[in-house]
Structure formats: structure tokens, C-alpha cells
């Protein structure tokens, strides 16, 4: 399985950005799908996640209200809508497919067995 994010980039405070994940190797529609971050000097932190169908969505408190999670299983995609952003979204974002699919365990890192190589989002204030 091949996961590559793209459309990070350097962006103004208060601005959007929309983050895309391509998946190929798997069926895109038999996982949940997270979105991580790794902010500088920091441990990687739960983004957002979507069911396999994209029904459900569970999001950070800290990107609640700005970051939208929303996927296209017949295109094998996975974005990210970030609006207003903030300084403090600086990171290294991931996408990964979390296998087994297990939505109670959506936030746990440890439970995506797919990952993507990151793109990064700067925010200047």
C-alpha cells in the first residue's frame, strides 16, 4: 500500500490550505482513514478521522470548527480542509488507514497500519 500526501505548504494565519492523501494497493473503502500531525519538538497527535464510508467523522478539539475530514472511495482520496488556520497548526501532517478498521480506536496512532510520508503546513503570523 502506497499513501502520499500533498498541498502542504506555507500559508497565512487566519488563511486555508486543503491537504490530499492518494491511496493506492488497497481498498480505500475498507479502512477508516486518520489524519496526524507531528508539530516541531513534539510527539504526533490525532488530527481527524472518517468511517469507511465517510458517514461518521471525529475531530480534534483543537481543529473542531475549522478543519473538515472528507474522502472519495471511487477516486481513492482522502483530504484535509483546513480553514483559519493558526501559528499553533504548524506541522508535519500524515495520513494513514487504520487496520484493523476499528472506529472506537480511531484517535490511537498505533492502530493505523499505513502511513503516508507527510507534508508539511507552515502557518506565519
Known amino acids: 500500500a502506497q499513501l502520499v500526501e500533498s498541498g502542504g505548504g506555507l500559508v497565512q494565519a487566519g488563511g486555508s490550505l486543503r491537504l490530499s492523501c492518494s491511496v493506492s494497493?488497497?481498498?480505500?473503502?475498507?479502512?477508516?482513514m486518520g489524519w496526524f500531525r507531528q508539530p516541531p519538538g513534539k510527539e504526533r497527535e490525532f488530527v481527524a478521522a472518517?468511517?469507511?464510508?465517510?458517514?461518521?467523522?471525529d475531530y480534534a478539539d483543537s481543529v473542531k470548527g475549522r478543519f473538515t475530514i472528507s474522502r472519495d472511495n471511487a477516486r481513492n482520496t482522502v483530504s484535509l480542509q483546513m480553514h483559519s488556520v493558526k501559528p499553533e497548526d504548524t506541522s508535519l501532517y500524515y495520513c494513514?488507514?487504520?487496520?484493523?478498521?476499528?472506529?472506537?480506536?480511531?484517535?490511537?496512532?498505533?492502530?493505523?497500519?499505513?502511513w503516508g510520508q507527510g507534508t508539511q503546513v507552515t502557518v506565519s503570523s
Open positions: 494497493g488497497l481498498t480505500l473503502g475498507d479502512f477508516t
Open positions: 472518517t468511517t469507511r464510508s465517510g458517514e461518521y467523522t
Open positions: 494513514a488507514a487504520q487496520r484493523p478498521s476499528k472506529w472506537s480506536t480511531r484517535r490511537w496512532d498505533e492502530m493505523y497500519a499505513y
